[in-house]
């Protein structure tokens, strides 16, 4: 199939802006629960809607006693938490323009993002990142304001605004278009320098509004248990930005968690106890592992794999029934799924704070096995796809027909289109308008309304996209044979001990791998075997985990071809990080950075 299309479910915006639920909802709900706030006394506290918008009042009322205009563009750079999603509303009420920079971002990116967006004033979270702007504060002649979180800008500002009339703001917000600009949003950067994705209100609307109406199940309210969310994906992520507008515009309560460590997340969400969460799958592999690791310390990791073989079988048999291939679970499969629900399912529940039943996943691909086992112990996870100029999701699969290992079909108002080089088009409401000051990139990736998307993939009869691939990252051997990377590295990750692992291989004869460690697997394989911990030199030439790390290269090379197979590879001392320059702040590969850093290393491969 080369298109599919699946018809809106609400109409389109035809007026007003992101801000109008904030006053709506005040003014009809003012009792309503619709954020939780975390206090420094690590409890969390409910805020109502008539409190939220009171907020939102006040610091527009700052902002524009402060001097921001209809159209400024204000930079926000912190992590998940609270006042950005506050400051976020605000700006979208006085018709001002956020625009997201990452918290780990270094002073030459700051500099960028503030220089090429045209920022007005800027907004941080604390004095190294004040710095990190004063830094290159001489190069941005258009700067005049400079805000710190820490250092209470919410309650400066709301000060500041304190003898402006509420019809100032209001006459601001009533401004405000569908199609304004809503915010600037800048690209990753894994193949250059970050682009300034253009979105309008139109297009956050148009993306949340049919995402809540198709995926109703997970947005909805119960009696007894509302809704609820709990948001810790970096805000300068697309995807982080559409839960907060979805959360807002649908009355789901969203709390702000701005650490994805195991250590800091899960006692959080054993806290908030949220209905649903949206993540990137390096989430739900850590909580996986993380339970597998725990029930082997127990001496019951027999029992566990067991509980995830049924777990399994138990979502594939749902799965095929479903899509009319199957009856159903068996007998024998559901009195065994009934028995590892009370010792094993319910427990990772538990673990996630008990109350959560759906989950949303994209940014890169979820092992199929993973989405099975999760939906087997009572978690369903809808994997989905999108781009920043996507406004995050184009394709998620849909409540009730879950394709495990498909990023499912358009999203409602979306047309997907297979270019005859394989190449995934979009077409939809939520599509960007362009990147900011880059005519010709823009015009090298839309053409009316289709959004060229980059990525290689194919659609089956009923419309659900499988991606195989990035058109840039497709390496050719120098026996001209092509390869995708990109689904052979997701299949070495699959091992517990591999953390990350890239695929090299152009104009060379053959395909190898540079592969890392995940540092606290390997601690308690160590552990298990009796073995004291290694240091990550030493690890590197432990002929015995390198053993077990080709176990994981040989499961994944049967799935392949064997031009396409990883002959040989290297396992190295240090992860890749963001702050050496070699992932994205979203956690993608940079790979010409890889293959730069690591030259000596591939040179060996092929010596």
């Not at 500099?111 to 190294?128: I, K």
């Not at 479903?322 to 009934?338: K, N, W």
Request: with cysteine; charged share 25%.
């Amino acid at each position: 199939m080369r298109e599919f299309t699946v018809p809106p479910v609400e109409a389109a915006p035809r007026a007003g802006g992101l801000a109008d639920p904030v006053f709506a909802r005040g003014e009809d709900e003012p009792g309503r629960v619709v954020l939780g706030r975390k206090g420094p006394d690590g409890a969390w506290y409910d805020v109502t809607a008539a409190r939220f918008r009171d907020e939102v009042l006040g610091l527009a009322k700052g902002l524009i006693a402060e001097g921001v205009r209809f159209g400024d563009r204000v930079a926000v750079m912190a992590r998940t938490r609270y006042e950005w999603t506050l400051f976020d509303f605000a700006l979208w009420t006085v018709g001002a323009q956020p625009v997201p920079v990452y918290p780990t971002s270094s002073a030459e990116q700051v500099l960028w993002t503030l220089y090429d967006s045209g920022a007005t004033a800027c907004v941080v979270e604390h004095e190294d990142h004040a710095m990190t702007v004063g830094s290159v504060i001489d190069r941005l002649p258009l700067l005049r304001r400079l805000w710190q979180l820490d250092a209470d800008a919410v309650g400066e500002l709301t000060a500041a605004g304190a003898d402006i009339d509420e019809d100032v703001v209001h006459r601001h917000r009533r401004a405000v278009t569908p199609e304004t600009v809503a915010t600037v949003v800048y690209t990753s950067g894994t193949t250059g320098r970050p682009k300034g994705c253009v979105l309008t209100h139109a297009n956050l609307m148009f993306e949340t509004d049919m995402l809540v109406g198709r995926w109703e199940p997970v947005f909805r309210s119960r009696p007894g248990e509302p809704a609820s969310t709990l948001l810790f994906l970096p805000l300068a992520h697309v995807f982080g930005r559409m839960v907060e507008v979805a959360a807002v515009r649908s009355g789901v309560k969203l709390g702000h968690q701005p650490v994805m460590t195991a250590d800091e997340l899960l006692p959080d969400l054993a806290a908030f106890r949220p209905s649903f969460v949206l993540a990137v799958p390096y989430v739900f592999e850590r909580v996986f592992q993380a339970a597998r690791r725990k029930a082997e310390r127990e001496g019951r990791l027999g029992p566990f794999d067991k509980a995830v073989e049924v777990a399994v079988g138990y979502a594939e048999a749902l799965e095929q029934r479903a899509f009319g291939t199957g009856p159903g679970p068996s007998a024998a499969l559901r009195v065994q799924h009934q028995f590892f629900e009370k010792t094993v399912y319910g427990k990772v529940r538990a673990a996630l704070g008990g109350r959560l039943r759906h989950a949303m996943s994209g940014g890169s691909a979820m092992d199929r096995g993973q989405g099975l086992f999760f939906a087997g112990a009572g978690i369903t996870v809808y994997e989905g796809y999108g781009l920043t100029e996507s406004s995050a999701a184009a394709t998620a699969n849909p409540p009730g027909r879950v394709r495990y290992g498909t990023v499912g079909q358009p999203v409602p108002g979306t047309t997907v289109h297979i270019a005859e080089d394989g190449e995934v088009w979009v077409h939809g409401g939520q599509v960007f308008s362009g990147y900011l000051n880059a005519p010709e990139e823009t015009a090298a990736v839309l053409s009316d309304g289709w959004l060229a998307t980059g990525d290689l993939g194919s659609l089956d009869e009923e419309g659900y996209l499988t991606l195989t691939g990035r058109k840039k990252e497709i390496l050719v051997t120098s026996s001209g044979k092509s390869v995708a990377p990109a689904g052979l590295e997701e299949r070495v990750r699959a091992h517990p001990l591999i953390a990350q692992c890239i695929v090299v291989g152009d104009d060379r004869p053959y395909v190898a791998a540079l592969v890392t460690l995940d540092r606290e697997a390997v601690e308690h394989w160590l552990a298990m075997r009796g073995r004291a911990p290694l240091g990550p030199a030493e690890l590197v030439r432990d002929p015995s985990l390198e053993s077990e790390i080709r176990r994981g290269v040989v499961a994944a090379n049967t799935l392949v071809s064997q031009a396409e197979s990883i002959r040989t590879f290297r396992i190295l001392a240090h992860p890749f990080s963001e702050e050496h320059g070699l992932l994205t702040p979203s956690l993608k590969l940079k790979r010409k950075a890889i293959e730069r850093a690591y030259a000596a290393e591939v040179e060996a491969l092929y010596g």
